[in-house]
């Protein structure tokens, strides 16, 4: 069915408000048990984050960025003739990485048709415990009615304010990143986590200046000391200019133009783009929750129990917008469980999704896979019981390309106890962000090192080193 502009019933079995992933996979599966379902989405866009300015965007992107090398590689290294330098024509790419994106909310829009659930633009408030409020694009107002409704607003980028950072505002955000129409020959990107560290070595790989500014000595500080400690050298290796221990204190320039960027630590850095990467909020905001007692904390973020349960009967909470595991197959497995529960079989009357041991990857250079514990969380947790497995090498990939651009790979396992139980797995190094996947099922089933010692190893592979570890 097309876009819905009213209510088409007086009232459903489930409200969905927000329309990406979480929300899209939730309404699906709630929809797939015969209930009456509609989902309302504030953006003339479908997917959310993940699909428009986030994970599809930002691999393609990364992509990219790695072909250059690769291009480079094969001058180079592999003696390929007839290779020029390469020459990356950002605002063509972008149109084509655009209509692609465009191609998957169609998709998207299919998929809800497809399962019968029914599409509301607008944006939704809530106006009681069981009723929205929506405002469509043409500024009409209906409300809507459910037995359960379920909140998957996601969350957005945060900038400065101008009154704490002078001229903050002549910075974009993330979002923005994926508007611009031409490379930016000068950038700076401030923020230390994965955001900021992906935009950056994307950036510095297509041929920008790059430089980032952090506030401590290394980047994804929360991440195992191997990985940030590896990461941080091979990017300052790799030419992007690195500013430790700073803080931006005023922006001065005009949009469009030479941006200063002044910081509390050295002299001015001029750049063509000031990109702020330094966290993120819930939208929360203009919701209507604590009119019908939704509690919500001092970010922001909403409060919900291990069932995805709001502090108000009926109202829950999935994805971005309750503050943890941010990542879209978090929002999604949690969405699909939720539905099960209050829809499905006997069987599901107790799903929910655990949040422990959630694979992550990081789409750096090169990029970098991890799962379970990090080394000072084990050993706070379990103590002298913690014993690390370490192989620090160079991808075969690399044997034929000149020392300089060799690029590390190191894997890392944590184990507990007699048995040596694994819990963390560590993964820096070309192809890491598609070996973790399996890593992670054995992580999740409580592999012990002897499993992985007893696996015959895939040879020759990077991910072999996991199984062979002594």
Same mark, same amino acid.
Request: net charge negative; aromatic share 8%; charged share 25%.
């Given at each position: 069915?097309?876009?819905? *502009? ?9 409200? +969905?408000?927000? =329309? ?19 989902? /309302? ?8 984050? +993940? ?30 003739? =007839?290779? @020029? ?48 409020? /929506? ?18 607003? =996601?969350?957005?980028?945060?900038? @400065?304010?101008?009154?704490? !950072? ?28 994965? !955001? ?12 920008? &200046? ?60 001029? /750049? ?71 829809? =499905? ?105 002897? *499993? ?7 040879? @020759?592979?990077?991910? &072999? ?6």
């Amino acid at each position: 069915m097309p876009p819905v *502009d009213r209510p088409t019933v007086d009232r459903y079995d489930y409200i +969905c408000i927000g =329309g990406g992933s979480g929300g899209v996979a939730s309404s699906r599966r709630a929809a797939s048990y015969g209930k009456k379902v509609a989902l /309302v989405e504030v953006s003339p866009y479908l997917g959310g984050t +993940c699909v428009n300015v986030g994970c599809v965007p930002k691999k393609i992107m990364w992509h990219a960025a790695d072909m250059a090398d690769r291009l480079r590689h094969a001058a180079d290294g592999y003696q390929f003739r =007839g290779i @020029p330098e390469p020459n990356f024509d950002w605002r063509t790419f972008k149109l084509q990485r655009d209509a692609y994106i465009r191609k998957l909310n169609k998709i998207y829009e299919n998929n809800l048709e497809r399962e019968e659930v029914e599409y509301h633009p607008g944006f939704a408030c809530f106006v009681g415990k069981d009723a929205i409020q /929506v405002i469509r694009p043409d500024g009409e107002k209906y409300v809507m009615h459910a037995d359960h409704i379920t909140i998957a607003v =996601g969350g957005c980028p945060v900038i @400065p304010s101008d009154d704490k !950072i002078p001229g903050a505002s002549l910075g974009i955000d993330s979002d923005g990143f994926f508007e611009l129409e031409d490379r930016p020959k000068r950038v700076a990107v401030v923020g230390a986590g994965y !955001i900021a560290v992906e935009l950056a070595g994307v950036l510095n790989a297509l041929g920008s &200046e790059t430089h980032l500014i952090i506030r401590k000595d290394k980047v994804l500080r929360s991440f195992d000391p191997t990985v940030h400690d590896t990461l941080t050298s091979w990017m300052e290796h790799t030419g992007i200019k690195i500013h430790k221990h700073s803080n931006v204190t005023k922006v001065e320039g005009r949009k469009g133009q030479t941006l200063t960027v002044h910081t509390d630590k050295e002299g001015a850095i001029e /750049v063509d783009c000031l990109i702020w990467a330094i966290g993120r909020r819930s939208n929360t905001e203009s919701l209507g929750l604590e009119g019908v007692g939704v509690e919500t904390d001092r970010k922001g973020d909403t409060v919900v129990d291990d069932y995805q349960n709001t502090s108000t009967k009926g109202i829950y909470a999935i994805g971005d917008v309750q503050g943890k595991a941010l990542l879209t197959p978090v929002a999604i497995a949690a969405g699909r469980r939720l539905s099960n529960r209050l829809f =499905g079989p006997e069987k599901f009357k107790d799903d929910k999704l655990s949040y422990k041991n959630i694979p992550t990857v990081v789409f750096s250079h090169p990029p970098i896979g991890t799962v379970g514990l990090t080394e000072p969380e084990a050993r706070q947790l379990y103590g002298d019981d913690v014993k690390i497995y370490k192989s620090s090498f160079r991808s075969l990939y690399f044997s034929q390309i000149d020392e300089e651009h060799k690029e590390p790979t190191v894997y890392k396992l944590i184990v507990v106890g007699e048995e040596e139980r694994v819990v963390g797995v560590h993964m820096i190094g070309q192809g890491s962000d598609e070996a973790l996947q399996g890593f992670a099922v054995a992580v999740k089933m409580g592999a012990r090192k002897k *499993d992985l010692d007893d696996t015959v190893a895939i040879h @020759p592979t990077s991910a &072999e080193e996991l199984v062979t570890m002594r």
